[in-house]
């Protein structure tokens, strides 16, 4: 509705910034628009306190048919600007040029980004890798899940059955199943038993990291095939397990501070969708495959030593 060079500043929640629900509406913004600046608050919970409003949200500021240049990005703790700073950065560094879903990054910190250097510009399918949500939606299979392990069934991993020591199934007392039927009704929503690479959909805002991977250790269990619930999202190939190597060190390399910083450069909200991860970039097969040889050898490295290993790719 706004004539040509005509200015618009809104305050709008950051979920727009990604995920393909919104991928239209991003279109429609970089057709008829520019970004000229984008303010984000630090602390979420204190600029909309008062409108009770706790989800993360951005000030934007647009101009209809402009040629888009460089962004201000700006930042403040809260809604009195006290501690406000900003920086200049080039427009595809805000949306990334191989990117088909043109998500919007919102970069914070100064300096250079370790992960746009040449040893991390590989997607998914490049590296023959897959990354789908859990297919088991417990509350519609009901009739079908188990609390205890049985003849006939297989194991159901949840979120749960991991934690930062690793993996644990089956999980004594859980209010979860730790098992489901294998039928034929059933088999399509099952994967062959192997390592497997998976995250956590959904965190905490308490959590130090957004991204939170973990490795599905294959010797733990007891049977040829195994089920993934919905809260998690699973690397594979092609349904498929990936190669011990590869699954230990995808989970690495997604353990890194630096892969949690560029995550929350574009993702404002405590959930990890699978598009999220198969927009993101990753180091090549050898290197990951490289790195998953490492982490076998350090069953329980510090969270400074993962990021050192990791800085070592570029």
């Known amino acids: 509705m706004m004539e040509e060079g005509g200015e618009l500043v809104a305050i709008i929640p950051r979920s727009f910034c990604n995920g393909p629900y919104y991928q239209p509406f991003r279109q429609f913004i970089f057709r008829h628009a520019s970004i000229r600046q984008i303010h984000l608050f630090d602390a979420r919970n204190k600029a909309f306190k008062g409108d009770g409003v706790l989800q993360e949200n951005i000030i934007i500021h647009l101009t209809r048919g402009e040629e888009q240049g460089e962004v201000t990005i700006s930042t403040s703790t809260d809604d009195t600007f006290l501690d406000y700073r900003e920086t200049i950065h080039a427009f595809d560094s ?7 879903e043109q998500f919007i990054h919102i970069p914070t910190a100064d300096g250079p980004d370790l992960l746009t250097g040449s040893a991390f510009q590989y997607r998914l399918d490049e590296l ?3 990354v789908s949500t859990g297919p088991v ?6 009739n079908d899940l188990r609390a205890e392990y049985e003849p006939g069934t297989v194991p159901l991993l949840y979120p749960s059955h991991f934690t930062h020591h690793g993996f644990a199934w089956p999980k004594p007392g859980f209010k979860k199943a730790n098992a489901i039927r294998e039928t034929r009704e059933t088999a399509k ?4 038993c192997g390592f497997y690479t998976v995250v956590r959909r959904f965190s905490s805002k308490e959590e130090r990291r957004r991204i939170i991977a973990n490795v599905v250790e294959p010797t733990a269990l007891p049977t040829k095939m195994i089920g ?3 809260h998690l999202n699973v690397f ?18 997604l353990n890194s501070t630096v892969v949690d910083q560029c995550f929350r450069r574009f993702n404002g909200h405590t959930q990890v969708n699978a598009t999220d991860l198969k927009t993101m970039r ?8 490289l790195l998953g040889k490492w982490a076998k050898s350090h069953p329980q490295p510090s969270q400074e030593t993962i990021d050192a290993r990791v800085a070592e790719l570029a």
């Open 189 to 192: 929503w099952l994967f062959p």
């Open 228 to 230: 993934f619930e919905n």
């Open 94 to 100: 805000i949306v990334l040029a191989r990117d088909a």
């Open 137 to 142: 939606v417990d509350f519609r299979m009901k």
């Open 236 to 253: 594979h190939d092609r349904k498929q397990p990936l190669s011990e190597d590869m699954a230990r060190g995808m989970a690495t390399y």
């Open 282 to 289: 990753y180091p090549s097969r050898d290197a990951l495959a």
């Open 128 to 130: 023959g890798v897959s």
